[in-house]
């Protein structure tokens, strides 16, 4: 028998329907993406291949050999998205008209590219690589929060056409708005009452329970676990917490940057061979700047697989329908071994 | 330049980016799904095509000739759903387990074939037919809702293969579920909120000030006004909106039923026509059988072409970022002729 399931951070359903279940390695062949071991190294159109800097806009922060800018000395850049959604040279106007409100474009819409190499997908990279990426979403979290303008940043990764990307070589985005969405607000608010309620953050009991129960998680590692949430919306949905209680990615200390590189490498590694290479998306949830200092917010890695499509239903209820059992996927996922590095 | 807009109806934002803005013309071709009248009436595999109920299983409801069942004698049929995300047969007891919560399967997901015939699109219809299938809904929903167990039901169309259907047939769904999911809690308590402060509903002014701007109106007509909100999600969202406050679709009249679907058939083929048959979620908006007495909530129709993707970023805010104008996606569809019914 099918089961609803909700969500205690968010207080939304799932319905776990096992009348469509599917066993976890069925999920793999229809939406395998291109082996990335097929794509080039180099293509000389890709705006973001070493070499080709002058096809981006002028980057604004890269690793990379002191002294140069927009040469092929880098190893992470970061640039303005060519087509941004936001823009940061105005003032966060309000408007309103009638009952209609509405806020100018400000905000920061910035593009990582994670590796000089077209083909060098992050769940095929050494840890020391995924290591450098973070730090940058890191460097470049801290530029935008000292922003007083902005009040919430989203970091994201698309891969694959399904899950929304064109470009095949390896980037993230990170996009900085000047307002609070209401689902973030709704999360924030259920983390409080947990708090008021319980005297502890409902991330950490949830961790807790997690780890009690033993069914759900895929790995575990010095710092941070990996795990199937009870309601999972899709098939294979994983996040990534860290064990101490932080409020913020900012809080994010130097010396965890190769912790959580180690879990996010190894996760992706696990979803890129057990599922061959499956489009998804990666979202950092993170505090709104404003609850930085809070004690009820709890920042995580979630990644969403886009092996299913989302439909009326789900539009019109916020109800997933997930069409496999968690329990049964982080199994599948926890014995799936960890490709090597790329070469 | 850019510019966040706050839907009224749930305080969500979107960003309307005009950095990647197209115009209304350009969003046809790429989605287009394949033309009707190049599909047969008949397909032999097809389980909804009329011979062929042998195929699903016992239907639920019907329009046709009297006495008779599981014959080819409709003209609407009712079938449940061959793979239920819920069931009708037990009570929903409710699961603990340490923090987790959840509910059995309870529920009901029907089936509503909408016509005999492989290749007749609502689009194409005769106002009469569409009329027929508002009506079959009326009286599934009628039924769902006397059941005391039934706390929201949600009536949903998926036409094409990116909106989640794989069967070209013409149908839709109904799911009725034994929860209330936190989205649809957060819009009743918005409207709530609205009447408390100003007396009214809050999509009854909305309504009146979208009239009152004009920019956004796609039709006008007896009962009924179909316009791109403000604040739309996805290029050509599309709301249909009765004018006479009502909370519930289960207060539609006998009488309206022909209102509503000439509404909503010139809307379907306008965009069958303007965007060359997009595929697309209908979701019918209505409020939560509990709430069905209440002044605050205002049932209409929102419908969803697909013919751009959510990401990461969408995913991960809730904000999306639409890349049209409402104001010229709602001028270029007033501009659409609606095309003749198929004969």
């Not at 190893?75 to 009952?99: C, D, W, Y």
């Not at 509405?102 to 995924?130: C, D, K, Q, W």
């Not at 993230?172 to 924030?188: D, E, L």
């Not at 299913?308 to 329990?327: D, K, M, W």
Request: hydrophobic residues 35%; negative net charge.
């Amino acid at each position: 028998m099918s089961e609803l399931r909700q969500d205690v951070t968010t207080r939304e359903w799932v319905i776990i329907s096992t009348e469509r279940a599917r066993r976890p390695h069925e999920f793999s062949p229809a939406q395998a993406g291109q082996e990335p071991a097929a794509l080039p190294e180099y293509s000389e159109t890709c705006p973001f291949c070493l070499g080709n800097e002058a096809l981006t806009p002028g980057e604004l922060f890269a690793l990379r050999e002191e002294g140069k800018r927009d040469d092929p000395s880098w190893q992470v850049r970061v640039i303005p998205n060519k087509f941004p959604a936001l823009r940061g040279e105005s003032e966060p106007t309000r408007l309103h008209e009638g009952m209609f409100r509405g806020v100018n474009g400000f905000g920061y819409h910035e593009v990582v590219i994670e590796t000089p190499l077209h083909n060098r997908e992050m769940a095929l990279m050494e840890v020391s690589e995924v290591k450098k990426v973070v730090g940058v979403f890191h460097a470049r979290y801290e530029a935008m929060r000292s922003d007083p303008r902005v009040k919430l940043i989203v970091i994201f990764k698309n891969h694959g056409r399904t899950a929304g990307t064109s470009l095949e070589h390896p980037h993230s985005q990170i996009v900085a708005v000047p307002i609070i969405p209401g689902g973030v607000r709704a999360r924030i608010e259920v983390a409080q009452r947990h708090h008021d309620d319980n005297g502890e953050c409902v991330y950490c009991s949830l961790l807790e329970e997690e780890l009690r129960a033993r069914k759900r998680i895929v790995l575990e590692a010095e710092g941070f676990v990996a795990f199937h949430p009870f309601a999972s919306r899709v098939p294979f949905e994983t996040w990534i917490m860290p064990r101490t209680h932080n409020t913020s990615f900012g809080d994010l200390q130097k010396n965890e940057c190769r912790a959580v590189a180690s879990v996010l490498k190894s996760i992706l590694a696990k979803l890129h061979q057990g599922l061959q290479n499956p489009d998804f998306n990666l979202i950092l949830q993170s505090a709104p700047v404003e609850d930085e200092d809070t004690p009820y917010y709890h920042w995580h890695i979630q990644i969403f697989p886009r092996l299913t499509l989302q439909a009326g239903f789900e539009l019109g209820s916020g109800i997933y329908i997930n069409s496999a059992l968690p329990e049964e996927t982080a199994a599948f996922l926890r014995e799936i071994p960890e490709p090597a590095p790329a070469k």
